[in-house]
């Protein structure tokens, strides 16, 4: 390897140990936060491209016969960048599973999420409220078969 190479794989080593830190960091926001945080679209996609690099390197490193045990180190930080991705974008889910009439109706929230999970919460909602009519609310009497309002007389939604 030529000393311009030792420099471009150090410098791509010190930007994925920060988005992995950074990666870490929103994950442990996002835990903590009660509400649902803004979506690091830019975080997430380099953090993508970041595995996609590591898996082509432990690939090469795989096929040129390199030493099992700077194989075992790249399969670590792989699993590592892995979970982290993993664990931050279902706790989102979650929230968004959990919160899903409380996100629908608000704007402000709605934007925080990204398309796919705008698409997600929309799914959840509309599967939520049907089964909630088809078990539970075509069963009541008027005036009180609405997933968010507790009665007719209800202006705004109290439920949610």
Not at 49 to 76: C, H
Not at 125 to 148: A, C, F, N, R, W
């Amino acid at each position: 390897m030529s000393s311009w190479e030792d420099e471009d794989s150090a410098a791509a080593s010190a930007a994925a140990t920060t988005d992995v830190e950074l990666l870490k960091r929103a994950w442990r926001n996002e835990k903590a936060a009660p509400e649902i945080l803004h979506f690091d679209s830019a975080l997430v996609s380099r953090a993508r491209e970041q595995i996609q690099l590591l898996e082509e390197t432990l690939d090469d490193f795989t096929d040129n016969g390199v030493d099992d045990l700077v194989v075992s180190l790249y399969q670590m930080d792989l699993d590592r960048t892995l979970f982290l991705l993993r664990s931050y974008l279902r706790l989102r889910l979650q929230k968004i599973e959990k919160y899903m009439f409380h996100i629908a109706n608000s704007e402000d929230l709605l934007s925080r999420l990204s398309q796919q999970e705008q698409r997600f919460a929309k799914s959840c909602k509309e599967i939520m409220e049907k089964h909630l009519e088809q078990s539970v609310l075509s069963k009541l009497p008027y005036g009180y078969d609405s997933v968010t309002r507790q009665s007719l007389s209800s202006t705004e939604d109290d439920m949610a």
